[in-house]
């Protein structure tokens, strides 16, 4: 079984659930699991997990994302994108230089209201079904942050526009509220996700790729280990006479360490004698112990 990430090219007409279920036939493995949803018709950037990796999930779900997405202003949809029901239809009037101060506001802290096209749920039900039934449900406004958004190009009634935000944040809707802000309403017409956390778009791979590499035998150079993705936290040893303690998930102290004492308190990544990586710990410096947050080697 392989243990890690791969960071995989989305290609268009895909879930994200797709990619995960071709994924498990071309490895032969069936712990795989992604790292966030991506619309079918977008492409880009989907960091999937293998094996133990599945255990970082969640945490990769809460990397900042960066995307490439064209608004078509004037035109409102049921999806708030070109897949959708043409809702409305209005000329652009407003000149390149208010289409590009709209735009800007919206950077920093935002309430955005997700869409009904979406997979949230509510009620045990996903958004996307009370859709499709034609119901539209109350949505609760949602806190994200756009970090930038860099306008590349500007030919109106289309902007190509890069946008850089927190986890949760939904650039169709971002596209339908700068619309708004305007008057004429819009909606995005395409999306490509170029960044999600530390994974770049020009080290992705496509599901056939990935079938090559397993066939020539280099698919494990372009699997990154779990350690990678805590290279930010230091590095600590247990001795070898410890390793039940960390076997167990159980807490440990300094004194059981090879010499590695953090100057403060933070999370750790934790290694067993023989350089194996295992565990995420939090270190507690006044008490001098290193707590469990996260366990991989089982």
Request: aromatic fraction near 8%.
């Amino acid at each position: 079984m392989i243990h890690g990430i791969i960071n995989v090219y989305k290609e268009q007409g895909f879930t994200s659930h797709d990619v995960v279920a071709k994924l498990r036939g071309i490895l032969k493995q069936k712990k795989i699991g992604h790292t966030g949803t991506l619309d079918p018709d977008a492409t880009g950037v989907l960091p999937v997990c293998l094996g133990k990796g599945t255990k970082l999930c969640d945490m990769l779900t809460d990397r900042d994302k960066t995307y490439q997405a064209v608004l078509l202003l004037g035109t409102v949809t049921d999806t708030q994108d070109t897949s959708g029901t043409v809702l409305a239809q209005k000329e652009v009037t407003s000149t390149e230089e208010e289409v590009q101060e709209a735009i800007r506001s919206f950077t920093g802290d935002y309430e955005q209201i997700p869409p009904m096209y979406s997979a949230l749920k509510v009620d045990g039900k996903k958004l996307y079904e009370l859709a499709r039934e034609g119901k539209v449900i109350e949505r609760k406004a949602r806190l994200v942050h756009i970090h930038e958004i860099r306008i590349d190009e500007a030919a109106l009634p289309r902007v190509t526009m890069t946008v850089s935000c927190s986890k949760g944040t939904y650039i169709r809707t971002l596209c339908h509220d700068i619309g708004d802000k305007l008057g004429c309403g819009g909606c995005m017409e395409s999306l490509i996700r170029t960044k999600a956390g530390s994974f770049v778009i020009e080290d992705s791979i496509t599901l056939g790729q990935i079938e090559e590499l397993r066939d020539n035998g280099t698919l494990m150079d372009h699997i990154t280990p779990i350690d990678e993705m805590f290279l930010e936290y230091p590095r600590v040893d247990i001795r070898e006479e410890f390793h039940k303690l960390l076997y167990n998930g159980n807490m440990f102290y300094d004194n059981h360490t090879a010499g590695q004492v953090p100057m403060q308190d933070g999370l750790v990544r934790v290694y067993d004698a023989g350089g194996q990586f295992f565990a995420v710990y939090g270190y507690e410096k006044a008490e001098k112990r290193f707590k469990p947050v996260k366990i991989f080697a089982v």
